[in-house]
């Protein structure tokens, strides 16, 4: 080997090195995916695959499309906002072909997924103790579930308002009618969420019973309710509906 | 919750009912002479779009979920749609969206359960004399404007479209599952049997035949809304402006899309 | 609080995880996939002791580190490809490599490292002995050497001198590829912010000298093993020398996993409940016992016992050896803990899950003891191809050759 010749192990190396890169870009070439890289990294034809998949629920207004008359029904009631596929299940193969029957669950088994009592859901939202309503009856038997109105308007109402009546029954208010306290609205019956029940605006109300000049049994405690509450209602610091317990 | 609900062996009524279900769907598929992949087009093929060419996904629309904590019943109906429209595994612990509970005692930790996703509804609580507060909410992919999963994914299988949807390549995913570590919120999941990422895809081809996500579709009470938030009256700008309005986990600057109404301090 | 006792009861993990949090995403093999990176990354900071930093108190062990890097090398990516759920689609992670993804890089930091500094690195070492074994064998193995020569059998004195030039420039590049590769396996988990447990700025730092921990420690067994098996005396001021690298290397590596440790606690973010749950709960036993214990103050120690106390030779040898071996045991339950206990508990904060390993299925022991065993069986076959102990051999007759 003369000074200044490239040594050999480098010319060797050199060329495997030069076949090596060639070879990867040749194999990325050949391996990318077409349409890889056409609106970012990732390969542009996934969009299309996601967005061709069959759709299984149907949605609402293919449903009104055949069954005009049931949502005309619904639309007036307080199931106007559930969609049919919430009961009937996935209806796009019903839509399809009319002899694939969409779900009905008429026994007990589909309304209380909603309707039995759980101390989670929203105050206001009608339940139930599935246990003790009825037991066996199948709910078809006294609700219509396209117009769900209750066989008889509540007189009570803990029907809706389950938490607040499970705690009033133990409590010292228990005898206490909810009337007593709030103005309730006729329309509150039928359109519970725009039409609010009112409550208390003045200590009156309370103090009505536990006002230290009112003559009401011993046992009910008595402030002066001018001078105890401040600027404050009293149903901003005590809670009616289980009050605390006072020596 | 009543018995019937509670007791695993009667999971029955509504088990029976999809089987019989299913079973019709395939009696009678060869009877009409159709096969599954028709049947879907000619879904759309109802809705008059059967030669609409799709057109490709732009920032003209940037779709979001919003979800109001308030309104949430928690009947579970929402995972229960998701798992059949998306074909989602039974498996309860593969779910692109679940329903949690949380029961917030007057004194001690906040209790968090969601047992099979809140599909089956959920089990009596064994106390209830010191609950301060309870509330469901609502789970999904967050649809991050940041999301993490998609900067990890080493080959670029997980994507944000240009509408702001993460979804997955399931032709390209190589299952290394690094994305699934990567997402904050226990949204992804290993397909039991294509071996790939799945997750929530907001329905997206649901949203590209102008349908909404299934589990909204389905929510009794509107407690999820979706929409564009690029259009000005989309219902999710409605949403948006007449709420107070949380992310989860904001603090690691994943910018969700999914937003939440009246949550919680607990809610994460 | 009694309802979180019943709740407790009615489910295999503690408190509330996501219900796709049930499953461990990444086992065993992903535990053994840092594991034998790290051994990769050490030997060859051990080789590079010698090469660049002249500490010829080690040369006895220098060609034995870099073939022993080689073969852990060669058996790092296949438990990784073991676990991935589409083997067969790995290629993609070279095609179109995600430039944000920290395991795109994967591909490329391990092809360099393969074939820029080990592979090329050994063959200019081995490149004379590779050509005289090609001219002196029969048979097979004739053209297997002749493969290996690659054609270049130039063996001139001015040939030999680049192949040493060569060699030298490529294991300084190979010290910072070195850091690379196995820092950067610390970053795949420090750089995931969704996860408290794996999210920190230290993570590749102390997975780098956790590294250079077991890979000197490993080296020093392989010698010690190979040695008794060739009935060849050990050299002890080559091991004299290693057992005080170790140590040198230990002080570190625990000094930094301390101030990880008493950064977090001092930090107590919002994870700092579910956290120390983690430790005391789920990862009392491979955290305090086995890492910090077993695998952490008892071999240093030992080591420092071994090192710097009054003993025969003989008593030595055994120190360093149990040392190695505590320590092998130590780093594992490292990325254990980091691996399996980043995935322990909830990312809600709220809760633990269990993970229990399987004796059978791709992810179970059976195959990963395989996949512990392999590198070894590569080895065996690299040290029978390519003896380290060649020049021992040239410097008592084969001078004549160059």
Not at chain 1, 139 to 158: A, Q, S
Not at chain 2, 150 to 159: E, H, Y
Not at chain 2, 237 to 244: I, V
Not at chain 3, 381 to 401: C, H, M, Q, T
Request: with cysteine; proline share 7%; aromatic share 10%.
């Amino acid at each position: 080997m003369s000074k200044g010749k490239v040594p050999h192990q480098l010319m060797v190396l050199s060329v495997i090195a030069v076949a090596v890169i060639a070879g990867f870009f040749v194999m990325r070439a050949y391996l990318t995916p077409k349409s890889f890289g056409k609106y970012g990294h990732y390969r542009a034809d996934a969009i299309d695959d996601v967005r061709n998949l069959p759709v299984s629920y149907a949605g609402v207004n293919v449903c009104a499309s055949c069954h005009e008359e049931v949502f005309q029904k619904k639309a007036k009631g307080f199931h106007r906002g559930v969609t049919c596929e919430v009961c009937h299940g996935p209806a796009a193969a019903h839509a399809e072909d009319n002899s694939i029957k969409p779900e009905a669950p008429r026994q007990r088994g589909g309304c209380p997924l909603c309707h039995n009592y759980n101390p989670a859901r929203p105050t206001g939202f009608p339940q139930i103790i599935t246990a003790e309503h009825n037991p066996g009856k199948p709910c078809m038997t006294c609700h219509n579930p396209h117009d769900p109105v209750p066989p008889t308007t509540p007189e009570d109402c803990g029907v809706c308002h389950r938490s607040i009546a499970a705690q009033k029954l133990v409590s010292k208010h228990s005898s206490v009618e909810c009337t007593t306290c709030h103005q309730v609205p006729k329309q509150h019956f039928v359109n519970p969420r725009l039409n609010r029940v009112g409550k208390p605006t003045n200590n009156e109300a309370c103090g009505n019973c536990h006002g230290s000049d009112v003559k009401t049994q011993p046992q009910v405690p008595k402030v002066e309710t001018a001078k105890h509450a401040g600027r404050y209602l009293c149903w901003e610091c005590h809670y009616p509906h289980s009050p605390e317990n006072t020596p | 919750m009543s018995m019937d609900m509670n007791d695993p062996m009667e999971k029955g009524p509504k088990r029976v009912g999809r089987r019989k279900f299913l079973d019709l769907v395939f009696k009678a598929m060869p009877a009409a002479g159709i096969t599954l992949g028709t049947c879907g087009l000619s879904i759309s093929s109802l809705r008059g779009e059967e030669e609409k060419k799709l057109e490709p996904p732009s920032e003209k629309n940037s779709y979001a979920m919003a979800v109001d904590i308030h309104k949430c019943i928690g009947c579970g109906r929402c995972a229960y749609a998701c798992k059949k429209e998306n074909k989602v595994p039974e498996d309860p612990h593969t779910v692109r969206t679940w329903v949690e509970r949380y029961v917030i005692p007057v004194e001690g930790e906040a209790l968090v359960d969601s047992p099979n996703g809140g599909i089956d509804g959920f089990p009596e609580l064994p106390e209830t004399k010191n609950i301060l507060k309870s509330f469901f909410v609502p789970k999904l992919c967050n649809h991050c404007a940041n999301p993490p999963c998609v900067q990890v994914c080493p080959v670029g299988a997980t994507f944000q479209t240009k509408d702001g949807v993460i979804l997955v390549d399931e032709k390209y995913c190589v299952g290394c599952r690094y994305c699934i570590q990567a997402c904050p919120y226990g949204a992804r999941y290993m397909h039991p049997v294509k071996h790939v990422a799945d997750k929530c895809t907001f329905c997206y081809h649901r949203i590209a035949k102008g349908l909404v996500p299934a589990c909204v579709e389905v929510c009794p009470t509107q407690a999820r809304v979706f929409g564009d938030l690029n259009r000005q009256s989309s219902p999710i700008r409605r949403f948006l402006r007449f709420n107070a309005i949380k992310a989860l986990k904001q603090e690691l600057n994943t910018r969700p899309k999914v937003f939440y109404a009246n949550a919680d301090l607990e809610v994460r | 609080m009694e309802p979180t006792l019943v709740l407790a009861l009615l489910e295999p993990f503690n408190g509330y995880i996501y219900p796709n949090e049930y499953f461990l995403q990444w086992e065993l093999l992903i535990v053994l996939y840092p594991y034998l990176t790290g051994l990769v990354a050490g030997a060859f900071i051990l080789a590079s002791l010698e090469r660049v930093f002249h500490v010829k108190a080690l040369l006895p062990v220098y060609r034995l580190a870099l073939l022993s890097a080689l073969a852990f090398l060669i058996a790092a990516p296949l438990p990784l490809m073991a676990h991935l759920g589409h083997p067969e689609r790995a290629l993609e992670m070279l095609v179109t490599p995600h430039t944000a993804s920290a395991m795109a890089m994967f591909g490329f930091v391990y092809a360099w490292y393969l074939l820029v500094v080990l592979l090329l690195e050994i063959w200019f070492d081995y490149r004379a002995d590779i050509v005289n074994l090609s001219n002196s064998k029969t048979g097979l193995m004739k053209y297997v050497y002749k493969i290996l020569t690659l054609g270049a059998t130039d063996l001139s004195p001015e040939a030999l001198q680049f192949d040493e030039k060569a060699g030298r420039l490529i294991t300084i590049i190979g010290i910072p590829s070195a850091f690379m590769l196995h820092g950067y396996v610390g970053f795949i988990f420090g750089s995931i912010k969704a996860n408290p447990w794996w999210s920190s700025v230290l993570m590749p730092i102390v997975f780098l000298f956790s590294a250079i921990v077991s890979g000197m420690a490993a080296v020093l067994l392989i010698y010690m093993v190979a040695s008794w098996a060739r009935w060849k005396p050990i050299d002890m001021a080559c091991v004299n020398k290693l057992a005080e690298f170790l140590l040198y290397a230990m002080l570190v590596d625990f000094t930094l996993e301390i101030l990880d440790f008493i950064h977090r606690l001092y930090e107590s973010e919002e994870s700092i409940h579910i956290l120390s749950q983690l430790i005391s709960d789920r990862l009392f036993i491979s955290l305090i016992i086995s890492q910090v214990l077993i695998g952490g103050l008892l071999p240093l120690f030992g080591i420092l016992v071994g090192r710097y106390g009054k003993f025969p030779d003989e008593m030595r040898k055994m120190f360093y050896f149990l040392v190695g071996i505590l320590i092998q045991v130590g780093i594992f339950s490292m990325r254990w803990n980091v691996v399996i206990g980043g995935q322990m508990f909830s990312k809600s904060l709220r809760g633990l899950t269990t993970y229990k390993v399987h004796l059978m299925g791709i992810e179970g022991l059976l195959v990963s003891i395989g996949f512990l065993i392999l590198p070894l069986a590569v080895l065996f076959v690299l040290l029978r191809l390519l003896p380290p102990w060649l020049n021992e051999k040239s410097e008592e007759k084969a001078i004549p050759v160059a």
